[in-house]
C-alpha cells in the first residue's frame, strides 16, 4: 500500500515536471497540464499552479497555457483556494493567480488574502519587487471594489524604495476616487525624499488631468517644477500642463 503511494507521488511529480518543463513541445507540456487537472487533487494543483512560474519559448504559447491555468483554477472553486495560497506565498509573479483569486472568492476573502501578501511586502526596499507590483497593480483594476477598500491598501506604496513600484502605485491610484486620492498624490509629489523626476512627472500628469485641487501644498509645488516637470505650472491651486 505504501509502495503504490509512493509511486503514485512518484508519478505525480513526473507529470509536474512536464508541465513545467519550458523547453517542451507545447503538446506534451498540455498534456501535462491536462492530467493535473483531471487529476484534481491539492498537489496537483499546486502543480499546475507552478505553469505560472515558467516562461516557455513561444509566447503565444506561453500565454495561453497561463491562461488556460487561470481558467481551470476558476472551475475548481473553492479546492483551488488551498494550492493557490500555499503558490503565492513564495511565488515571484502573481499576476494570474491574483486573476482567478478575485473570480473564486468573496471580496472580503480575497482582502484577508491580500492583505496576507502585503504583510510580506511592507514598503521599503526589496530584492525583488514584482510581487508587490503585481498586488497593487491587481487592486488598481479590480472590479467591484470601493476606494474605500483598495486606498488605504495602496498609498503606503508611493513611498517605496522602488521606483516602478511607486509608478505602478500612482497609476493604481487614479482608478479610483480623486477626491480620496488627490491628497496622497499632492503629498508623494511634494515629498523631499523623492529623486525621481519621473515618477513626479507621472504624478504631475495625474494630479493635472484630474484637476486635484494642492490645498496646502500649493507653495511647494513651484520650486519643484523643474527638469521633467518644467512642462506644469500652479494656477488657481491646481497643476496645468503649459
Not at 506561453?62 to 473553492?78: R, T, Y
Request: net charge negative; glycine share 6%.
Amino acid at each position: 500500500m505504501v509502495f503504490g503511494l509512493f509511486n503514485k507521488d512518484k508519478a505525480l511529480q513526473r507529470t509536474i515536471e512536464r508541465a513545467t518543463n519550458k523547453l517542451a513541445q507545447q503538446a506534451d507540456r498540455f498534456g501535462a497540464l491536462e492530467k493535473l487537472r483531471d487529476d484534481g487533487t491539492e498537489e496537483a494543483l499546486f502543480g499546475l499552479c507552478k505553469r505560472w512560474g515558467i516562461t516557455a519559448t513561444v509566447g503565444v504559447q506561453d500565454e495561453q497555457e497561463k491562461a488556460w491555468v487561470v481558467d481551470v483554477m476558476i472551475e475548481k472553486g473553492a479546492a483551488a483556494l488551498a494550492p493557490m495560497r500555499r503558490y503565492m506565498k513564495s511565488s515571484t509573479q502573481l499576476a494570474y493567480p491574483l486573476k482567478a483569486l478575485g473570480e473564486i472568492v468573496e471580496k472580503q476573502r480575497a482582502l484577508e488574502l491580500v492583505d496576507e501578501l502585503l504583510a510580506d511586502e511592507p514598503p521599503g526596499y526589496t530584492r525583488d519587487p514584482e510581487r508587490r507590483k503585481d498586488i497593487l497593480h491587481w487592486l488598481g483594476e479590480w472590479k467591484g471594489v470601493t476606494s474605500e477598500d483598495v486606498v488605504p491598501r495602496l498609498v503606503p506604496y508611493l513611498a517605496d524604495f522602488d521606483e516602478n513600484v511607486r509608478w505602478s502605485t500612482a497609476d493604481s491610484l487614479a482608478h479610483h476616487d480623486l477626491a480620496q486620492v488627490g491628497p496622497h498624490l499632492v503629498r508623494a509629489f511634494v515629498r523631499p525624499e523623492e529623486e525621481s523626476g519621473r515618477y513626479r512627472r507621472r504624478l504631475a500628469e495625474i494630479l493635472s488631468e484630474h484637476k486635484v485641487p494642492l490645498g496646502e501644498y500649493a507653495a511647494q509645488v513651484p520650486p519643484l517644477l523643474v527638469g521633467p516637470v518644467a512642462n506644469f505650472a500652479v494656477k488657481d491651486g491646481v497643476l496645468v500642463a503649459r
